[in-house]
């Protein structure tokens, strides 16, 4: 492989990489050929699975209507390309890291804000017909002017009718609690598989840990079955309202979850609120 800082895709050198997901990595990037914003970095995405123009099209139409929602606490989508067989996407940069690895220490009331406007983000997605199918605290960028969501995952784009779990190839037993088991079932993707997704990040986000710190085997099919047989239980030392929110939004039935991720922003937002005023 050529290295770092000499191989490019798309016309963006590839500087280093600075995360990967279950579906691609991304790497800090720099176009060889500055345009209006001069040399800055971008982050640079480049999905696993090949992709024909049909495929790359689908992926194009959804990050359209992604990028189309200026007002929303979503991740700066610049460009999209095929490169081969190739899908990359160019997206602004945001160097203060996420959620899952901030490049300073969060305070708690800080963090619970971040998931609220995640929510928002989600909310914004839902009603442009768009479903993220990939949050979690790895995918809530931290930004100086508040946190927001990167794009959603477009792998499924690729293989239309191929269920697909979230869990990708590179997917660890970790991965599966961010994935209603309604979607582990052969359920369809909706706005309730990602208010599921944010009620754990939630939980997360108030404790430290998941809703199921026990799913650590290494073998996805044994985690997934062990998931499926368990109920998600909010950890005990929360308040009742903690509790009462995250309870809500990973509900088992999903019909029983929040409508909308906006009702579920807003109930965050009120607890982000408690949190500051110590309440």
């Given at each position: 492989m050529t290295p770092l800082g000499t191989e490019a895709v798309g016309g963006y050198l590839l500087l280093r990489e600075i995360g990967h997901g279950v579906h691609g990595r991304v790497y800090l990037a720099r176009a060889e050929s500055p345009g209006e914003d001069g040399d800055a970095p971008v982050a640079l995405k480049l999905l696993d699975a090949p992709a024909t123009e049909q495929g790359f099209q689908r992926v194009v139409e959804e990050l359209r209507r992604c990028a189309s929602l200026v007002s929303a606490p979503l991740v700066t989508i610049h460009e999209v390309g095929l490169e081969g067989a190739t899908v990359f996407y160019a997206m602004r940069h945001h160097p203060l890291g996420s959620l899952a690895s901030p490049s300073?220490?969060?305070p708690r009331q800080e963090r619970v804000a971040a998931v609220a406007r995640a929510?928002?983000?989600?909310h914004a997605l839902h009603e442009a017909g768009v479903v993220h199918r990939g949050i979690k605290p790895s995918n809530i960028l931290m930004a100086a002017g508040g946190a927001v969501l990167a794009?959603?995952?477009t792998a499924h784009t690729l293989a239309p009718g191929q269920p697909l779990t979230?869990?990708?190839?590179r997917g660890?037993?970790?991965d599966l609690e961010f994935v209603?088991?309604?979607l582990v079932r052969g359920g369809e993707p909706g706005r309730s598989t990602d208010i599921w997704a944010l009620?754990?990040?939630?939980?997360i986000a108030l404790?430290?840990?998941g809703l199921y710190p026990a799913l650590t085997s290494a073998d996805p099919m044994v985690a997934a079955r062990m998931y499926l047989r368990s109920r998600p239980e909010a950890d005990a030392q929360l308040g009742p309202a903690q509790r009462q929110v995250v309870t809500a939004a990973v509900d088992p039935d999903p019909g029983s979850r929040y409508l909308t991720a906006e009702a579920l922003a807003a109930d965050i937002e009120r607890l982000a609120a408690e949190i500051g005023s110590g309440s």
């Amino acid at each position: 492989m050529t290295p770092l800082g000499t191989e490019a895709v798309g016309g963006y050198l590839l500087l280093r990489e600075i995360g990967h997901g279950v579906h691609g990595r991304v790497y800090l990037a720099r176009a060889e050929s500055p345009g209006e914003d001069g040399d800055a970095p971008v982050a640079l995405k480049l999905l696993d699975a090949p992709a024909t123009e049909q495929g790359f099209q689908r992926v194009v139409e959804e990050l359209r209507r992604c990028a189309s929602l200026v007002s929303a606490p979503l991740v700066t989508i610049h460009e999209v390309g095929l490169e081969g067989a190739t899908v990359f996407y160019a997206m602004r940069h945001h160097p203060l890291g996420s959620l899952a690895s901030p490049s300073r220490q969060l305070p708690r009331q800080e963090r619970v804000a971040a998931v609220a406007r995640a929510a928002r983000a989600a909310h914004a997605l839902h009603e442009a017909g768009v479903v993220h199918r990939g949050i979690k605290p790895s995918n809530i960028l931290m930004a100086a002017g508040g946190a927001v969501l990167a794009e959603p995952t477009t792998a499924h784009t690729l293989a239309p009718g191929q269920p697909l779990t979230g869990l990708g190839t590179r997917g660890s037993a970790r991965d599966l609690e961010f994935v209603d088991p309604a979607l582990v079932r052969g359920g369809e993707p909706g706005r309730s598989t990602d208010i599921w997704a944010l009620g754990v990040t939630l939980h997360i986000a108030l404790t430290g840990f998941g809703l199921y710190p026990a799913l650590t085997s290494a073998d996805p099919m044994v985690a997934a079955r062990m998931y499926l047989r368990s109920r998600p239980e909010a950890d005990a030392q929360l308040g009742p309202a903690q509790r009462q929110v995250v309870t809500a939004a990973v509900d088992p039935d999903p019909g029983s979850r929040y409508l909308t991720a906006e009702a579920l922003a807003a109930d965050i937002e009120r607890l982000a609120a408690e949190i500051g005023s110590g309440s």
